[in-house]
């Protein structure tokens, strides 16, 4: 008999097998437990994970409606994993470049034109990250 499910906690060879098959993450459940307190006509889901070498784990989500509880749990997880790779070394070193490369490239004019540059790249560093605050923190 090839069972694939788990029996009393141990899996069994053709759960393993299957689980070599599994190339990415998985929803394998998704319980509506509540409605939202805070936000009225959302509803709070807990949804069941199953890694690629087959842990499970549950993570909590809020929704419209389940599609909707999902797809904010995997933006969630994007903007965390983009937050993890960009930390402030790189914000440093962008703001670095944005206050010297206007020095640099306009050298032989003899006008203080560098300095409206180096205040509009910080501008625009700032219009950046407020930008990428509304788009990670939207609703």
């Given amino acids: ?3 694939t499910k788990e029996q009393n906690g141990v899996m069994t060879k053709a759960s393993k097998r299957q689980l070599k098959k599994i190339k990415r993450r998985r929803a394998t459940e998704c319980k509506l437990v509540r409605p939202s307190n805070s936000n009225p006509g959302y509803f709070k889901y807990n949804v069941t994970i199953q890694e690629k070498d087959g842990t499970k784990h549950t993570e909590p989500c809020y929704g419209i409606d389940m599609q909707d509880a999902i797809s904010r749990l995997i933006w969630k997880e994007r903007t965390i994993k983009v937050e993890r790779k960009l930390n402030a070394g790189w914000i440093f070193a ?4 944005l206050m010297v490369w206007p020095a640099v490239v ?3 004019s003899n006008q203080p034109i560098f300095i409206l540059y180096m205040f509009g790249g910080v501008f625009a560093l700032v219009l950046l990250g407020s930008w990428w605050d509304n788009y990670v923190n939207k609703k």
């Fill in 94 to 97: 962008l703001w670095l470049t």
């Fill in 1 to 3: 008999m090839n069972i």
């Fill in 106 to 108: 306009l050298t032989e």
